[in-house]
């Protein structure tokens, strides 16, 4: 039996290999694989480093100048890889670590491009939000599986030449599993969040543009987000127990079922209360001063004691959902970075 060699398992989106470091001549089947391999070091470094900026930036197009040094990196590996021998005539190794660079690339230069493009739109609706975290999963998918098949070939490449190999996993490896965790773990609070949120925008332009059919249908909308958002809370579980994320979110739900099922009527009655006031005070003002009788005062008052009733009330209902919106808001907007900061180090 020929010397052992670790091999490290495949972690989040890209992945990193960490073996020892190649020897200055590939003789031996194990020198071979250290050289190939080896490769991957330099990579690992500038990929873990570019996760970290996301973990605590959260935003593709903050940390661009990352994602160009790992197209670099990249391209680099590639090259090296490219211009080895197969060992024996055996290409499998070599080859199956050249496709994984192909797809990096590929990945890094085509699919987060149009992630960074996604960012920019996303904030406009659920949907667009919704369409960018799923582009996001599905380009980490693509490099998994590459580096699936990378993993394979190492295993195959060691069966063929009589490498008996010992699964590991190193320090940085882990770091990457775990922010995976960790990052699909606050995008289900994220989303949850965000669709009652959305929906609080678009009550609120309605009731800028006194629209009263649009917030009718939006305080609908946003009560039965809300109570989504609730049901989806009571099923998913927090990432290592951690509750900060999952209680801010419960508390933006509260506060987004409060604001449409128990102030929204108010909010109501205030614009149907200002229409009728502006419409008896065109009828009013429509009437000859000579010919105006006491009953066309009484009504044209009484409209305008139910407007100010109904304004009173709006003023302190909005009053009190600003502040406790804000307070919420302020909350929620620190849980975020807080828990991603817990639980994906900063790369050193």
């Known amino acids: 039996m020929k010397k052992s060699k670790k091999i490290i398992s495949a972690s989040f989106v890209l992945f990193s290999l960490l073996f020892a470091g190649p020897g200055a001549k590939a003789q031996t089947p194990v020198e071979y694989m250290d050289k190939i391999t080896g490769n991957i070091n330099a990579f690992s470094e500038d990929l873990f480093s570019y996760m970290s900026s996301i973990a605590h930036d959260r935003s593709a197009r903050k940390t661009e100048s990352k994602r160009k040094e790992l197209i670099k990196t990249c391209q680099s590996g590639q090259k090296n890889v490219e211009k080895m021998q197969a060992y024996e005539g055996d290409a499998a190794l070599r080859d199956s670590v050249v496709s994984f660079f192909q797809v990096t690339y590929s990945l890094l230069t085509e699919d987060f491009s149009k992630i960074v493009d996604m960012e920019a739109v996303a904030e406009q609706s659920y949907d667009l939000m919704e369409a960018y975290l799923l582009a996001q999963e599905k380009a980490s998918q693509r490099v998994k599986e590459a580096s699936g098949m990378m993993i394979r070939e190492q295993q195959n490449f060691a069966g063929r030449h009589n490498i008996k190999l010992i699964e590991t996993q190193n320090e940085k490896s882990k770091k990457l599993e775990k922010a995976e965790k960790v990052?699909?773990?606050?995008?289900?609070?994220?989303?949850?969040?965000?669709?009652?949120?959305?929906?609080?925008?678009?009550?609120?332009?309605?009731?800028?543009?006194?629209?009263?059919?649009a917030l009718r249908q939006s305080l609908d909308a946003l009560e039965a987000g809300a109570d989504e958002g609730l049901k989806k809370l009571d099923t998913t579980k927090a990432f290592a127990n951690d509750p900060t994320v999952a209680s801010a979110c419960k508390e933006m739900m509260k506060f987004y079922k409060e604001e449409a099922a128990e102030k929204g009527p108010a909010m109501v009655n205030f614009l149907v209360q200002q229409d009728n006031m502006k419409k008896a005070k065109?009828?009013?003002?429509?009437?000859?001063?000579?010919?105006?009788?006491?009953?066309?005062?009484?009504?044209?008052?009484?409209?305008?004691?139910d407007f100010n009733k109904s304004l009173e009330t709006f003023n302190k209902n909005n009053d009190y959902l600003n502040k406790k919106r804000q307070q919420l808001l302020d909350r929620w907007n620190k849980a975020g970075p807080d828990f991603l900061g817990r639980h994906v180090p900063k790369n050193k």
């Open 183 to 213: 990052f699909k773990n606050y995008n289900v609070y994220f989303l949850i969040f965000f669709k009652p949120y959305k929906q609080e925008i678009y009550l609120l332009d309605a009731l800028g543009k006194t629209d009263i059919n």
């Open 282 to 305: 065109e009828t009013f003002e429509s009437i000859a001063e000579s010919k105006r009788r006491q009953a066309d005062i009484d009504k044209y008052n009484a409209a305008i004691a």
